[in-house]
């Protein structure tokens, strides 16, 4: 689920123009995963250890974009996407 999050929350970074920063938040990724609200907030919470990500109010900010696909390679390598 991790490597989904990921992929997802760069999907939505890609389709911004500007400097501005989309609207992520954990309910809107669960829909579009088709997973438990849950099962994201694990991956979220993952990825803000990490020091990739914050996460408040259910909101999602990207701290690090480049170390947010170095973390996707970390987890598709690992296995336990």
Do not use: H
């Amino acid at each position: 689920v991790t490597a989904r999050v990921i992929l997802a929350i760069r999907e939505t970074l890609g389709k911004v123009e500007g400097s501005a920063a989309p609207d992520i938040t954990d309910k809107e990724l669960a829909l579009q995963l088709g997973v438990e609200k849950n099962e994201v907030r694990v991956a979220l919470r993952r990825l803000t250890r990490v020091g990739v990500l914050e996460v408040s109010s259910g909101y999602v900010l990207v701290k690090d974009e480049e170390r947010l696909a170095e973390f996707l390679e970390f987890v598709r390598n690992s296995g336990k996407a």
